[in-house]
């Protein structure tokens, strides 16, 4: 069986209005490799006439974006031309590889209207050999997102990337993610196998688990060892999970804002590539 190396409590850093929990990075964890940072916003509930998700056109380099909607809506544009509105249960998963600029805002109808909000963004390394590829984006509604349910229906969820037993997930990916969102009723149980040499990626958006033996609540991440296979999940309460594992990359990592490389040299190129207009232009 798999051991847990550390319990780790998501720091609550709220962006203007919004309710935002940061699991990783923290004061006790950088990253679990390739799973670089995580954001959960909400859950909350916006009023009528309200201003939405607050992030603007901004640029990143070097890695990926995988953004669960859970609750709400985002409405993505990016300077590649591509543009959607992703709403409750859907997914999108953007390649920034060589550069681009994107905005992630909520669209007019939820401004206008309110609603309930809860949303996951998880950011993926990509190897070196990938840094400068193209940049890509896709999202899917609910409905692309293909499901599973095992024990007896106790547990369902989407399989987002990569393969879930026997499952294959919506993305295909540049790199071997398997990533999931799973939903469990309480005194629920799901036993998994997972490759020895990946990292496992476990965080609790709600309710309570017992992973291998050791309890772990809502809002913490769980780091495991990689000591085994087995991992058993039982749910102590209706509870939902963010789970993935992939083999790390294990090369050097150099974050700055949005960018995430492999040396400072490849950051500075970064920013300059930014400021003259590289990674393409901001058209409203």
């Known amino acids: 069986m798999r051991s847990i190396k550390q319990i780790h409590k998501a720091e609550y850093r709220p962006i203007a209005d919004l309710t935002t929990y940061s699991p990783m990075p923290t004061g006790s964890i950088q990253m679990i490799d390739p799973f670089l940072f995580l954001n959960h916003h909400g859950p ?13 056109p901004h640029p990143h380099r070097g890695m990926e974006t995988v953004t669960f909607i859970l609750d709400g809506d985002i409405a993505h544009k990016d300077s590649g031309g591509h543009k959607s509105v992703i709403e409750s249960g859907g997914v999108q998963w953007m390649t920034a590889g060589s550069g681009l600029l994107h905005a992630e805002v909520s669209s007019e109808k939820f401004k206008k209207e309110g609603g309930d909000l809860e949303i996951l963004q998880l950011w993926v390394n990509l190897p070196a050999k990938y840094k400068i590829t193209e940049p890509k984006y896709l999202g899917f509604q609910k409905d692309q997102i293909p499901t599973i349910s095992l024990d007896e229906g106790k547990v369902t969820g989407q399989v987002v990337s990569g393969t879930l037993e026997g499952t294959a997930g919506a993305f295909n990916t540049f790199t071997d993610v398997n990533l999931a969102t799973l939903n469990f ?26 992973a291998n033996g050791e309890q772990v609540k809502a809002l913490h991440l769980a780091e495991f060892n990689n000591d085994g296979e087995k ?20 090369e050097p990592v150099v974050a700055r804002g949005p960018f995430v490389m492999n040396t400072m040299d490849e950051i500075d190129e970064a920013y300059a590539d930014f400021q003259t207009g590289k990674m393409g232009a901001w058209k409203e």
């Open 231 to 250: 991992l058993k999940i039982e749910s102590k309460a209706e509870s939902v999970l963010l789970f993935g594992h992939a083999k790390p990359f294990d």
């Open 185 to 210: 009723e309480e005194n629920a149980q799901l036993t998994l196998n997972i490759p020895e040499d990946h990292n496992i990626f476990f965080y609790v958006i709600k309710g309570e688990f017992e």
């Open 44 to 56: 909350q509930k916006y009023p009528p006439n309200n201003n939405g998700l607050p992030f603007g």
